[in-house]
């Protein structure tokens, strides 16, 4: 693996690697998680499946996103779906060549729209541009499995004295809510899930399915 943000140009290998680019967002995560968790995810997962590998650059982490329906809790910073999309479209047009591909590594759910945008222009202008996103059990935000997550590589950031149940209904039928009406309006925690049983332990067996999951994508050529 090679980190791109670290290392003078002379010693990037570029022809023919995949850059992977972490992508994250600026949000509340509940009273015990930090604004940059989503971040931390993304730049986690990318690290973790490129370990070892010499045909993989990572790219410094994105650490804003679409964030709209946190916009009621202080600290959120969102650049939207319009500005996103375009700027990964820039991104990935400034990338390729020389890297043969991208893959966006995407760590909040609420970029979903502005990823498969991006994606699709860049295939229109005949790029090789994929994206993947965690395909974990659990709730939805803030709740057991971030929280889990981020006890195995950082619980010097989370405070699980403040971790506390909150909004349970699935988020399939909270979404049109949510979008409508902002989180705060469902959740005064900001919490979307029940975080109170994560542990570290758990977080890694998690780690080790996302490292899978974006390995297999690695290895698709």
Do not use: K
Request: with cysteine.
């Amino acid at each position: 693996m090679v980190d791109l943000g670290p290392t003078a140009w002379p010693d990037l290998p570029v022809d023919g690697t995949t850059l992977l680019v972490p992508l994250g967002a600026t949000e509340q995560h509940g009273p015990h998680l930090p604004m940059d968790t989503d971040t931390r995810i993304a730049a986690e997962w990318c690290r973790r499946a490129a370990d070892g590998r010499t045909d993989v650059v990572v790219a410094p982490a994105l650490p804003y996103g679409s964030s709209g329906e946190h916009s009621d809790f202080p600290g959120t910073l969102s650049i939207g779906t319009a500005a996103l999309a375009n700027l990964l479209v820039e991104l990935v047009r400034s990338a390729i060549p020389p890297h043969r591909r991208v893959v966006i590594v995407n760590g909040h759910g609420g970029n979903h729209e502005a990823v498969l945008a991006a994606v699709e222009q860049s295939v229109a202008d005949g790029r090789d541009v994929r994206a993947v996103w965690p395909q974990l059990p659990g709730d939805a935000h803030a709740g057991r499995t971030e929280t889990s997550l981020l006890l195995a590589i950082a619980p010097d950031v989370v405070d699980m004295d403040r971790a506390v149940t909150g909004t349970t209904t699935p988020i399939g039928e909270l979404l049109p809510a949510l979008q409508r009406d902002g989180l705060r309006a469902h959740s005064a925690t900001g919490i979307l899930g029940d975080p109170t049983g994560a542990s570290a332990e758990e977080g890694q067996r998690l780690w080790e399915r996302l490292r899978q999951q974006l390995a297999d994508e690695l290895d698709h050529s």
